[in-house]
């Protein structure tokens, strides 16, 4: 499973600019930015706009999520740029209707600016996260639930009224027996461990869940941007360790 997580030593959200282009909305593009992916920035461009974030600290970006899209159709062309890699995708229409692309860019270096191309027109973006990544090795017995917070009551005459609210998705799984080194030894990328990642889960900070990054199409329908906690880390025997995570959507309009 793929995780991309907001790194401590990010004490503000990224940057945002917009070229090619013109900010519709008055926040200039900092709602791209704000972890929600449900409120929009509007740009309008005749040719595809370059968005280019700028990061609080050089990082080497693995993944990227252009999320809540409209005023773009399904199939449309994304690509985005990190540390000397880049990565493409298209528009897709997630089950929940919203749109958006999920982008794996794997062996960049640490940067502090990651470039977008996006789709020409009058476009709302809800949130672009790009994120560090580490891998780790989950059981196969993982988990989707969609959760519906919608109240629905009945009136005296047995009728149906209800309040309306926006489901979201849980993602739950086992990791897999690790190593010391994994747990607590920083044997994971860039020196991560489950602690640290534990760690950099607490408060509000956003993260994307890939359970299944291959094939594409299935990148695409299971990732999952939000946040997550570690479930606690138990010992097995010897150097071994046991833990698990569950994830909560955040989801886009």
């Keep these: 499973m793929l995780i ?17 282009g ?11 930015v704000d972890g929600q992916p449900a409120r929009v920035a509007r740009y309008r461009a005749s040719g595809a706009a370059t968005l280019i974030l700028t990061l609080p600290a050089a990082t080497a970006i693995g993944i990227v999520a252009v999320l809540g899209l409209r005023g773009v159709a399904p199939g449309a062309h994304i690509t985005a740029a990190a540390g000397g890699r880049s990565a493409s995708a298209q528009v897709v229409q997630f089950a929940d209707g919203s749109l958006g692309a999920y982008l794996r860019i794997e062996g960049a270096s640490a940067g502090t600016t990651v470039t977008l191309t996006l789709p020409a027109g009058t476009v709302d973006v809800g949130e672009i996260a790009a994120l560090p990544v580490v891998e780790v090795e989950i059981e196969r017995d993982w988990s989707v639930e969609r959760i519906d917070p919608s109240d629905v009551l009945r009136t005296r005459g047995a009728g149906r009224v209800g309040l309306r609210r926006r489901a979201y998705r849980v993602i739950e799984v086992t990791l897999c027996a690790a ?17 640290q990642l534990a760690e950099v889960m607490l408060g509000d900070r956003r993260v994307i869940v890939i359970p299944r990054a291959a094939p594409a199409a299935d990148l695409q329908r299971t990732a999952l941007y939000g946040i997550a906690r570690m479930q606690p880390i138990q010992h097995v025997s010897g150097n071994w360790y046991r833990s698990g995570l569950s994830a909560e959507e955040v989801p886009a309009a």
Excluded: S
């Design 4 to 20: 991309g997580y907001t790194p401590q030593h990010w004490l503000a959200p990224p940057q945002v600019q917009l070229q090619g």
């Design 179 to 195: 190593h010391i080194a994994d747990v607590r030894g920083g044997g994971l990328a860039a020196g991560i461990d489950w602690e």
């Design 22 to 32: 013109q900010w519709l909305t008055a926040d200039q593009g900092a709602a791209c």
